[in-house]
């Protein structure tokens, strides 16, 4: 337990919504005014740790100094200017991430979001295939533009989607291999896949179903689109994950912890899908921008010489065998995208963490408990998480 948590916590854990601010998330009974690493600072001075990374944003911990650096930098020299110039941090990220994906994945686009990407990669897909049709998978998150709810799973997202006039997608059950065989066709244009589901329970999906999604995609003509926007970027044990389960997709998408907390979203695709891209048929005002980009190039150098893939597979595993002692059902997920599956609502779990000054995640499954930490998370604080859970388990 956290030094001076407890009772205090859980009386200040009754935060007031701002009534100008429409509701989006539950919100979580802390407001920070800073952080460092894996740690957040609240109004009153306590400290509390992040499990969670802030939606798995924080790959390198809060406010790394190297990647605030490099923002003040490029800030103080040039803010903004869009992609109608270009820009030396632009192309680098570029190169750098054309360089980090498995070949041939080398066509760079940039935006500013997650599900901009997936909308963006969609988008590709039905232009390189001149189809309509996309195949995706249950429990599968994808983002809430039109494109990409009608793509994600639940019926309160499709609802969302089928107002807009979208066409639904076609959904697979995780990990039936004959579905998938059977849901692709000459008429789908994408299969989309989060390799490793994130808000489903970090739920990995078997690497033969994914395999079965590549073996179809090839014998009908579509396009394997990996979202990556949860998993990748170090988290699940290789830059891609993609690269970690031995599946090259055509289209990758990447956005929330590559730039440390900046927004940005990019899609990273083969010549063959992007052959026929000419100028107005992609485009982003704010995508690429020169903060951004500096942010994410910095943040990359960081998780390189710091070898925090690494250091995500050695505490994923650290975080799992620790789970399982203290009673957890079961973990899923690779690295540090970890789903504690527990005998009780998981949403108990975590009020009670909160009061021990802990943040966790929760999952669309009720009884899975999300885990996101930094890459950088230490033995220690994986230590410091193991104890607090005990002491609610118990």
Known sequence: MLKGAGAQGRRGAVQERPSALLPVYAEFPIRPVRGRGSWLIDEDGREWL?????????????????VVRAIAE??????FYSTAVRHPARIALAERL?????????RVFFCNSGAEANENALHLA??????????????GWHGRTAATLAVTDGARYEETARRSGIPLSRKVPADDVPAMEAAVDESVAAVIVEPVQGLAGARDLAVEFLLAARRACDAHGAVLIFDEVQCGVG??????????????????????????????????????VTADVTLG??????????????????????????????????IGAWLTTGAL?????????????????LDRPAAEVQRE???????????SDPAVLRLLPPLSFSAREADLLLAGLAEVLR
């Open 325 to 341: 002692a203290l009673g957890v059902r079961r973990v899923s997920g690779r690295g540090l995208l970890l789903g504690l599956h």
């Open 98 to 106: 054309a360089a980090s994906c498995p070949a041939p994945l080398e």
């Open 235 to 272: 988290r699940c044990g290789a830059f891609s994950a993609a690269e970690a389960v031995g599946v090259t997709p055509d289209v990758l998408t990447f956005a929330k912890g590559l730039a440390a907390g900046l927004p940005i979203g990019a899609v990273v695709a083969t010549p063959a």
């Open 353 to 363: 963490l909160f009061a021990r000054r802990i943040i966790t995640g929760t999952a």
């Open 126 to 139: 039905r232009k390189h295939t001149g189809r309509r049709t996309i195949v995706s998978v249950t429990g």
């Open 50 to 66: 992040d499990a969670y990374g802030g939606h798995a944003v924080a790959a390198t911990g809060h406010s790394h100094p190297d």
């Open 74 to 79: 490029q800030a103080g020299a040039l803010l």
């Open 281 to 314: 048929d992609l485009g982003s005002t704010f995508g690429g921008g020169p903060v951004p980009c500096a942010a994410a190039l910095a943040n990359l150098d960081v998780i390189e010489r710091d070898g925090l893939i690494d250091n995500a597979l050695h």
